[in-house]
DNA sequence: TGACAAATAGACAGATCGGTCTGTATATAT
DNA sequence: ATATATACAGACCGATCTGTCTATTTGTCA
């Protein structure tokens, strides 16, 4: 059963990644939750904190997730990172997170609400990123690549780049465009 | 010399870009603007009119700056196509506008605070994003691809892909990740 | 049953929001 | 100099914002 917070931060997350942060107030998140205002302030402090919360259960849920699908997809480390990008085109097609279909990424939406780098949300993304990247490094590794870092750089770019021509042009075959690049990335860098 | 509109209209543009659309309010962008309230009305309908018109100015601005450094760059077309990630990386270390500054791309901003895809602020994005591909399809076809919009969708992705590095995890060196993949993408869509 | 903790509803405060309105000042052109 | 358009300053409106407070209800455990 899901705790009072639970369902705040639930509410939170999903009201924020579909109309924003600052475009979300306080009382829309109470009224479609069912808790009461004292309760919120309980929880959390202020607005900001339930922001973090918020962002802070997207980060889990999003890497348990992606890296569930990765290796799900095969045991084979390179085939393992191609399927990044298949996870991508499902998500993008709202068939990952199904109460909250796809609207870009909450991280690069909130870096783009709050631009200071040094504002926790923005903080919080940028270790998002990191997170995957450092993931996307183990698999490189894993597969034989030289330079494993440089090539999950490169391959989170291509990531990057599909999220935002899927949200921001709606075209879900990015991924398939991002897959395409991303094979030949991985054939000059792996091992045949 | 500057009318009363453009005034408001850059200065909306650089609150916007740098505090988001919904938490920059009408009264900030007038004390900083030095125009009264009734002069804003009297040339815009309402706040979300001022959006669009700061947006279309930012979509000139954006567009004028990038044809004109890839043009400048060289006469060859793909080395033009190539010079796009330099333009980049300038204006990541913020030498491109120096009023503004880098805060990302205004146009992902604001696709991630209107998620809406009929929004009309998102409309506009895609609108501008479409006419960069359009631009780098040309290139490409002067440079003699067999399949110039794939690669112009390619690019283009790069490009995407390396605004959201920089922005969120500032990682300015994104622009060379980016066109390292691309030199290799160039080298096998191009006849040598 | 009675005590205690937790969550409820909802009024309230103070600030800010977008937008309207009145009245005054400035500048240009005839 | 007078007419006209434009922009000014700033009061004002209703709505909404975050956050605080009181008083009531609910649920649990002894």
Same mark, same amino acid.
């Given at each position: 059963?899901?705790?009072?917070?639970?369902?705040?931060?639930?509410?939170?997350?999903?009201?924020?990644?579909?109309?924003?942060?600052?475009?979300?107030?306080?009382?829309?998140?109470?009224?479609?939750?069912?808790?009461?205002?004292?309760?919120?302030?309980?929880?959390?402090?202020?607005?900001?904190?339930?922001?973090?919360?918020?962002?802070?259960?997207?980060?889990?849920?999003?890497?348990?997730?992606?890296?569930?699908?990765?290796?799900?997809?095969?045991?084979?480390?390179?085939?393992?990172?191609?399927?990044?990008?298949?996870?991508?085109?499902?998500?993008?097609?709202?068939?990952?997170?199904?109460?909250?279909?796809?609207?870009?990424?909450?991280?690069?939406?909130?870096?783009?609400?709050? !631009? /200071? +780098?040094?504002?926790? *949300?923005?903080? &919080? #993304?940028?270790?998002?990123?990191?997170? @995957? %990247?450092?993931?996307?490094?183990?698999?490189?590794?894993?597969?034989?690549? !030289? /330079? +494993?870092?440089?090539? *999950?750089?490169? &391959? #989170?770019?291509?990531?990057?780049?599909? @999220? %935002?021509?899927?949200?921001?042009?709606?075209?879900?075959?990015?991924?398939?465009?991002?897959?395409?690049?991303?094979?030949?990335? &991985?054939?000059?860098?792996?091992?045949?």
């Amino acid at each position: 059963m899901k705790s009072r917070r639970d369902e705040l931060v639930d509410t939170a997350l999903r009201l924020f990644y579909k109309q924003g942060f600052n475009a979300t107030g306080i009382d829309k998140i109470l009224s479609e939750s069912g808790v009461a205002k004292m309760t919120l302030y309980k929880h959390f402090g202020s607005k900001d904190e339930l922001i973090l919360a918020a962002l802070t259960r997207r980060d889990e849920q999003f890497l348990d997730w992606l890296t569930n699908a990765m290796e799900t997809a095969s045991p084979d480390p390179r085939a393992q990172l191609l399927s990044l990008f298949d996870a991508l085109e499902k998500w993008f097609r709202g068939q990952a997170f199904k109460d909250l279909g796809f609207a870009g990424c909450a991280f690069i939406n909130a870096s783009g609400e709050f !631009t /200071d +780098p040094d504002h926790p *949300a923005h903080r &919080l #993304a940028k270790q998002h990123k990191q997170e @995957i %990247v450092d993931h996307l490094a183990k698999l490189c590794t894993k597969a034989g690549a !030289t /330079d +494993p870092e440089t090539l *999950a750089e490169q &391959l #989170a770019l291509l990531k990057e780049g599909a @999220i %935002v021509t899927a949200h921001v042009r709606g075209i879900t075959e990015s991924a398939r465009v991002a897959k395409t690049i991303a094979t030949g990335l &991985l054939d000059a860098a792996l091992p045949a």
